[in-house]
């Protein structure tokens, strides 16, 4: 997994033809003692306290900042997907009803406005990170899979501050009441963190090649948005006619890893008469799609990432 | 400079036949969409080789300089070293933790108080958070910033912020230290207090491997050194030797830019140094001039001491930039800074430039310096301090104060004296 430069000789005795010409017995030995040889830069490290440390420090610190960094501090950090809530009702339950007749439609709303707000501040924001980071990543030997980990895990600590504002608005607002399948929360938030770990990846390995990945995958976050059952309940969809290939059109919805995470949200904590995401999409086979691209887009983001780590410092 | 026998000492480090080379792309393909109209179209490269065939051994408790000229590989050869690079053929062990000083400070954020730079820094450096909380006071108290440390790092001046930075590094206890010219930041006073803690480190017998082309340091520290030429080895060994084969090579290069009133090996190193300014490349200081308080030029072969005088510089800027300041620093023949004039205390707000605009910033003073000659150094800089540097212009022009005023003193400055003869009773007294 891990690329060691070419070349990796037979331990200490070195067998190049332009080496130190000969070797006495005594300095072998000594050489032996030495141990490997240095690695090149990777993307991970075999010190993985030093990996945690740096990476929950850089999240922390940044969160810190976001926190401490204005008068209003944390109220802002609050007040953006609970501003982007209010607009969003406001227009779609009172302006254009497409709420339809879901149950507890302005919980669904808040709690997907803010797991997507998660997934675009962690991969726009992983976008950049590398590059931004350009000072850290030419000056000093560190796992480069920080970086990007990083920024998913300062997402992570909003989203879970959100999620507690989520959790009274659900519960005191709505009257929903807690019951046994809460205990999936944490299974669709890995579901959640996994596909925004390996999008992250990849896009922050791809953008030191290729700059215009940042207004692509801008323009990507706008179609997941509306392809997501943020602003409508994935009825709207299930009511639609016909699909390509006489494949329904909510089955092939349900494949975006989004919607099939918000809405077994929606299933297993606000309505649970809502049908789950393994029924929407047709079944547990079907399932295996949307798990399986979510769990490919991870394997692949980690070799993108993990390959192109030892060339980052030379690219940038 | 000390002698000690270092054969019988076990190894630290280790390279055998280090070859790096960079891949320069012909034409930069920086899109997908180029990449994906012209997904035939094999990217040309231009291979670099930066190292050939490196091979040297340090042994533990050594202090050993690595100098060469720019682009000789020195600063590609530290980064192999330090794990950054990944190396094309060849190997390096090493025994031990490592650390590197390429740049003071990594990882500083401006809008944090120093703790969480602190923390930040040493994690970023090899301690583990608790170390690096454990060791946080001292680092502060050798910083000498105990008053300051809830301050956000933007408001530190530059020297804080260096200070803080270095207090941190050598709280780090790796076995090897690997410094690229960290010296060539702070001020006279502050690159002693460096050069105290370098000569406490050899002391206490810590592997330090130097990366510098300022051959005086390399006399003082080294007990040996490696001279790089083009990416290979041309000397390795006492670091006289390397002192000598260095001036040597300079010496027989051609001089790019004539630069007058300097010695031929002084003027080459110069012009060498010259084409290493680490500014950004967002202003170029195109050129440097002394004038006298009507404006007319003067020559830098004589200036007449305690005349009012000018120093002015005429700047381009190539990217579009706020408010720069620019600072003169004039240094002497042992660089120490003999008066340091800024527009960041007069003119805060000196505009925007566009590219391609050109500004002369004028330094005014009273030339109280002795005879002797002096080193300007002019730095532009976007506010904020000194890691914002756009363009620093240094070893290109010199000039030469003459007067008889001497007084054996580092400035004249004027003075007069008085004297009180006192009759014989009070003497005793007043003694």
């Known amino acids: 997994m891990i690329e060691l430069p070419p070349a990796a000789g037979a331990g200490g005795s070195s067998t190049s033809e332009h080496g130190p010409s000969s070797v006495p017995a005594s300095d072998a030995e000594e050489y032996l003692s030495l141990g490997a040889p240095i690695r090149g830069p990777s993307a991970l490290t075999d010190d993985w306290r030093r990996f945690w440390y740096l990476t929950y420090t850089i999240a922390r610190n940044e969160f810190k900042l976001k926190f401490f960094g204005s008068a209003l501090g944390y109220v802002w950090q609050l007040m953006r997907p609970l501003l982007l809530f209010g607009v969003l009702y406001v227009v779609f339950t009172r302006v254009v009803k497409t709420g339809g007749t879901a149950k507890h439609f302005p919980a669904i709303l808040l709690a997907d406005v803010v797991m997507f707000t998660f997934f675009i501040e962690a991969t726009a924001g992983s976008v950049r990170s590398v590059v931004d980071r350009e000072s850290l990543v030419r000056k000093i030997q560190f796992p480069r899979m920080v970086i990007p980990l990083s920024v998913v895990l300062l997402a992570l600590f909003n989203l879970s501050l959100n999620l507690i504002v989520v959790g009274i608005f659900v519960v005191a607002a709505q009257g929903v009441s807690p019951h046994l399948s809460w205990l999936e929360l944490p299974l669709i938030l890995l579901f959640l963190v996994v596909f925004a770990t390996g999008v992250s990846m990849l896009l922050s390995a791809l953008f030191v090649r290729f700059r215009d990945v940042q207004p692509i995958w801008d323009v990507v976050g706008q179609v997941l948005f509306y392809g997501s059952p943020v602003i409508y309940p994935i009825e709207k969809v299930a009511g639609l006619h016909g699909g390509p290939f006489g494949i329904p059109w909510i089955h092939l919805y349900m494949v975006n890893p989004l919607a099939f995470a918000f809405e077994q949200f929606r299933h297993a904590i606000i309505d649970s008469g809502a049908p789950s995401a393994f029924q929407a999409i047709g079944g547990w086979p079907e399932s295996l799609i949307p798990l399986g691209l979510v769990a490919g887009l991870f394997v692949v983001g980690f070799v993108v990432f993990n390959r192109s780590a030892p060339e980052i410092a030379e690219h940038l | ?431």
């Open chain 2, 1 to 431: 400079m000390e002698e000690r026998d270092l054969r019988g000492a076990p190894l630290a480090l280790r390279a055998d036949s280090v070859t790096k080379s960079f891949r320069i792309p012909e034409e930069a393909t920086h899109t997908l969409k180029e990449r994906a109209l012209h997904p035939l179209r094999a990217a040309r490269y231009r291979l670099l080789t930066a190292l050939r065939d490196v091979s040297f051994e340090v042994r533990q408790g050594e202090f050993f300089g690595i100098v060469g000229r720019n682009g000789s590989g020195k600063s590609t050869l530290l980064k192999c070293m330090a794990g950054i690079y990944a190396i094309d053929h060849g190997q390096i062990w090493r025994r031990g933790r490592l650390s590197t000083f390429i740049e003071l400070g990594v990882g500083f954020n401006p809008d944090l108080p120093a703790r969480d730079n602190v923390i930040m820094n040493g994690i970023m450096l090899g301690l583990s958070p608790r170390e690096a909380r454990a060791r946080y006071e001292r680092i502060i108290e050798f910083a000498e910033l105990e008053e300051f440390q809830d301050l956000k790092l933007k408001n530190y001046s530059s020297g804080m912020h260096v200070r803080l930075a270095f207090s941190v590094a050598i709280q780090v206890d790796a076995d090897i230290l690997l410094i690229d010219e960290v010296l060539a930041v702070g001020d006279a006073s502050f690159q002693q207090k460096c050069f105290d803690v370098f000569n406490d480190m050899r002391d206490a017998h810590r592997t330090i491997v130097f990366v510098t082309h300022d051959m005086s340091a390399v006399n003082r520290f080294c007990h040996r050194a490696l001279l790089l030429e083009h990416g290979e080895i041309v000397e390795l060994g006492q670091p006289e030797a390397v002192a000598d084969r260095y001036l040597e090579l300079n010496f027989e290069r051609e001089t790019g830019v004539p630069v007058p009133d300097l010695t031929p090996i002084a003027a080459e190193l110069a012009a060498q140094r010259a084409a290493d300014r680490p500014g950004a490349g967002s202003a170029r200081v195109l050129e440097a001039w002394l004038e006298d308080d009507r404006g007319a030029r003067l020559p830098a072969a004589a200036i007449r001491q305690g005349e009012p005088l000018a120093l002015k510089t005429l700047v381009r800027f190539e990217r579009a930039v706020d408010d720069p300041a620019a600072t003169l620093v004039v240094e002497n023949d042992e660089h120490n800074a003999m008066l340091v004039v800024t527009t960041l205390v007069e003119h805060e707000r000196t505009g925007h430039f566009e590219p391609g605009d050109h500004c002369v910033f004028a330094f005014w003073f009273e030339n109280v310096l002795a005879p002797g000659r002096y080193h300007p150094v002019i730095t532009v800089s976007r506010r904020g301090g000194e890691l914002d540097l756009l363009d620093r212009y240094q070893h290109q022009y010199s000039f030469v104060v003459t007067g008889s005023r001497a007084t054996g003193g580092l400035v004249d400055v004027p003075f007069r004296t008085s004297y009180y003869p006192l009759p014989a009773a009070a003497s005793t007294v007043a003694r």
